[in-house]
């Protein structure tokens, strides 16, 4: 058997070149190989979205995903959301500022859903949030945050895009 | 199950073409599987349901992810194309509005940009929501394998759980829609415990054809998720209101039928009797919301 596949990653905007035995997880990988903590692990199933990260700006479950099928793709992490360390991404700023974050355990991939969301639909309703963040379990803030930090966000980003515009 | 249980190990391999993956399926029989999108596959290899030895991996194989009109008016899947892609396909919301709003119920978003029509149709889970939903829009599909190709109706598919007609040594390629019939839609009922995120307790399609006069059932098709070994058309309930014109008294008539006909089976999701019940219900919510999407013009009636 081989056991070591050379696999290229570019995470955040960064390449990496690592061998990796192909039954390894994108989200083991993420965690273990490249010290990149912030996607979760808990279910690994599927179900609560702890895990999610995008790939070529789509969210998945990095827990139901081989890393060797992620070669060549852009991933990002919740590293690599944040501009600096000043300026935050109107998402995260939105659940900070709005008590979306308990523990935090559930944000990274909240976020990233979001993001990935947002991109698609600028201007969603409340019930189109609801449905977009419907594979992501929140033990501590009671969801009503969550929606709401989402909501500011896409406000406050179509804002901004509208004032590019001009 | 451990919680922070890793996969079993395996040999990877990625095939580039449709032929080549027959090759490997053939080089060794009954020790590979395929992987598709993996939103089943990868967890029956952590709980160590299965083990194989090779992995054959299709994401890198973009001839079998497409959506094809046919000159006949119907539409060709091939089975790569992921819940994503159909849900937003604007030529399967044009044809078959069933087939993408069954799509749009699945999973979680992040499920559905993985999780692919063919692992749906060849995982054969009972509760899997795209047999009933195909079925009754009278889907086909390929299969291949280095012997050749085969084309069978979807519903000849299915052997029991988890069973069905694909060999070791088979691929399922695409997926083939008839073209729709003027004044025909369905509906695909389901229920389950947490929003999207539960798998199907009960599952029913229906897809109904007028007359002109848009009074009576001209054709009914009704199929059934989570309801006996296999989907299952209830072709009793069908064939009690072909003809018919639709009163609530047919629609309950059918739904005492489909009933007569499932098979469910007691689990801890559900009991048998709450099965049936739930299939009564369901199918009737199915015909009736069909037959109001069959009635209205196709734009939905706006200007
Ligand atoms: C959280 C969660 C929610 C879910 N919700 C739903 C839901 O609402 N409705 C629903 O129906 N399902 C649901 N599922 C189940 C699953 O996502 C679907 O069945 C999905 O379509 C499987 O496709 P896949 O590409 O991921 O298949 P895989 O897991 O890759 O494969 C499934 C099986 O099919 C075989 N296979 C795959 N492709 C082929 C091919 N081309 N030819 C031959 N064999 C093949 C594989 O070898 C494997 O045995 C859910 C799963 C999870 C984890
Ligand atoms: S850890 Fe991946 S979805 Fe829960
Ligand atoms: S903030 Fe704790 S799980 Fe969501």
Known sequence: MKHLLPVSLRVNGEPYDLLIPPWRTLLEVLRENLSLTGAKRSCQEGQCGTCTVLIDRKPINSCLYLAVEAQDKEILTIEGLARSAEVLHPLQRAFAERGAIQCGFCTPGLILAAKAFLEENPNPSEDEIRRAVVGHLCRCTGYFQIIEAILAAAREMAGKGAQVGH | ?303
């Open chain 2, 1 to 303: 199950m451990g919680y922070l249980r890793r996969l079993p190990r395996f040999e990877y391999l990625a095939p580039r073409s449709v032929v080549a993956v027959c090759d490997a399926l053939a080089e060794y029989p009954g020790e590979a599987r395929l992987l598709a999108g993996g939103t089943d596959l990868i967890l029956q290899m952590r709980r160590r349901e299965v083990a194989p030895r090779y992995i054959i991996g299709l994401k890198g194989l973009s001839e079998l992810a497409f959506i094809r009109p046919q000159e006949n008016g119907g539409v060709t899947i091939g089975a790569m194309t992921t819940v994503r892609t159909i849900e937003s396909s604007p030529l399967i919301r044009e044809r078959y509005g069933l087939l993408c709003r069954t799509a749009a119920e699945m999973g979680s978003p992040e499920i559905r940009q993985s999780a692919t029509i063919g692992g749906n149709l060849a995982g054969a889970l009972p509760c899997a929501d795209f047999p009933p939903a195909l079925i009754t829009l009278g889907a086909q599909v390929k299969l291949k394998s280095q012997q050749g190709e085969r084309l069978l109706p979807l519903e000849e598919f299915f052997l029991g759980p988890e069973q069905t007609v694909v060999g070791p040594s088979d691929l399922v390629t695409e997926i083939q829609l008839p073209a729709p019939s003027p004044l025909s839609d369905g509906a695909y009922v389901k229920f389950h415990d947490r929003h999207a995120m539960d798998m199907t307790t009960t599952g029913v399609s229906a897809f109904v054809t007028l007359d002109q006069e848009r009074r009576r059932f001209c054709d009914v098709k009704i199929a059934l998720a989570s309801s006996a070994p296999t989907p299952l058309r209830a072709k009793n309930a069908e064939a009690a209101l072909r003809g018919q014109a639709f009163t609530e008294k047919a629609v309950e008539k059918a739904a005492a039928l489909a009933c007569q006909e499932a098979q469910p089976r007691s689990s801890w999701r559900a009991s048998r009797d709450l099965r049936l019940e739930l299939i009564k219900s369901l199918t009737k919510r199915a015909i009736r919301q069909a037959w109001e999407k069959a009635k209205a013009p196709p734009d939905g009636g706006r200007p």
